[in-house]
């Protein structure tokens, strides 16, 4: 998958600071950009030797956002979970000296595997397919399983008011992207549909869902898993720049969401995961088999005699509110991400050859979120007059 290099970076200028810092990867190295990453520049290093590496960086020129783009983010959290279940690549470094390349970078290891663009999982049996996403919700289980403490990130993060925050970044975020004009037109990107009200009802502290202090990946999906070139089993997690302590349902409802933007009307505007079929994929689970392995697995079930059917049930829909809302969040921040994309694009700082795909599917998601945020006001009243 990597090819042209669409972002040149100046190689003698690595070649020297490796030899100095990392002399284990030989120069001269032959570079390539890989097509994916829509955030941060990311290169496959092949050494002298032939072992390939892989480089990730910040991308150049005035970046919008302050909390975005955190390769330094990314390697102290793979380097914390090196010793853990949790599949990650092995760090090799970490370089800050924006003198050197031109942006703050970081080199991991190359894993030799598959990354499924397509969360479908197309060209494969049936079978198969189910075990790489229940392989993948496994590995989701075992990343929030982690205690922060137990792996020196107990400060990688505040352990409460994770939402408050995300609506805070995201509020100021959006605010910056709708302003970016256009390096040509100078027309501006604009803001959101239905942004101001999106952001009241996620500011009502009484419909959040109740903070876990858990270690979120920050962006899981399918096509941030490198798998086995032939087992189903994930070897390493890959784009961490958005990690932190927070609410786990961010990371799950992540994980879901190609099935709720399934159900995007086509000639609404563009769909970010077009030709998910879930009812007519054989093999790929549903929605309600995902969550039902990942409560398996991050929280086995114990014996619960000591609760009537009445608490049971109260429990089971307090997770489904918090669900039903944390995915309305996530479509939401979807929305913004590809404001984002279309903010780099409109500075032509975009690193991606899909990004005018991503930033023009921005107006629909944003339209959906507002749907979905209806859908839980109406199921909250109707509870409320019971």
């Not at 479509?331 to 005018?356: D, T, V």
Request: charged residues 25%; contains cysteine.
């Amino acid at each position: 998958m990597a090819g042209r290099v669409r972002q040149p970076i100046n190689v003698n200028a690595l070649e020297k600071w490796l030899w100095r810092n990392v002399p284990e990867i030989e120069a001269p190295l032959d570079v390539r950009q890989f097509g994916f990453g829509q955030s941060n520049p990311t290169y496959q290093l092949t050494a002298a030797d032939g072992k390939r590496y892989v480089l990730r960086k910040k991308p150049p020129g005035r970046l919008v956002s302050k909390t975005a783009h955190k390769v330094e983010r990314e390697y102290r959290i793979i380097s914390a979970l090196a010793n853990t279940d949790v599949p990650v690549p092995k760090a090799y470094c970490l370089c800050e000296d924006p003198e050197v390349i031109g942006t703050p970078f970081y080199i991991m290891e190359f894993l030799d595997g598959r990354i499924f663009e397509d969360p479908i999982i197309p060209n494969v049996l049936p079978d198969h397919r189910r075990a790489i996403w229940a392989d993948a919700v496994r590995t989701l289980a075992k990343l929030h399983r982690i205690d922060p403490k137990t792996v020196g990130l107990e400060n990688f993060g505040k352990h409460t008011g994770f939402y408050n925050r995300q609506i805070d970044t995201w509020s100021a975020i959006c605010n910056a992207q709708a302003a970016v004009e256009d390096v040509e037109t100078g027309i501006p990107v604009g803001q959101l549909p239905h942004f101001q009200e999106l952001m009241q009802f996620f500011a009502d502290e009484s419909q959040q869902p109740v903070d876990k202090g858990t270690l979120i990946h920050g962006d899981f999906k399918i096509d941030n898993l490198v798998f086995h070139k032939t087992e189903p089993r994930v070897i390493g997690i890959l784009d961490w720049e958005m990690s932190t302590i927070g609410h786990p349902f961010s990371d799950l409802t992540n994980l879901l969401t190609p099935y709720f933007t399934a159900r995007l009307d086509p000639s609404r505007s563009i769909n970010v995961h077009p030709g998910f079929l879930p009812r007519k994929t054989h093999g790929l689970p549903t929605p309600e088999e995902i969550t039902y392995l990942y409560f398996n697995v991050v929280d086995p079930p114990v014996r619960k005699d000591n609760l009537s059917s009445a608490v049971e049930l109260s429990l089971q829909r307090d997770r489904d509110r918090e669900m039903q809302w944390a995915m309305a969040f996530n479509i939401f921040r979807l929305s913004a991400i590809c404001q984002g994309i279309a903010a780099r694009q409109a500075g032509r700082q975009a690193s991606s050859e899909q990004a005018r795909r991503y930033g023009d599917a921005r107006h629909s998601l944003a339209e959906f979120a507002w749907d979905l945020v209806d859908g839980i006001s109406r199921t909250t009243n109707k509870h409320s007059k019971l």
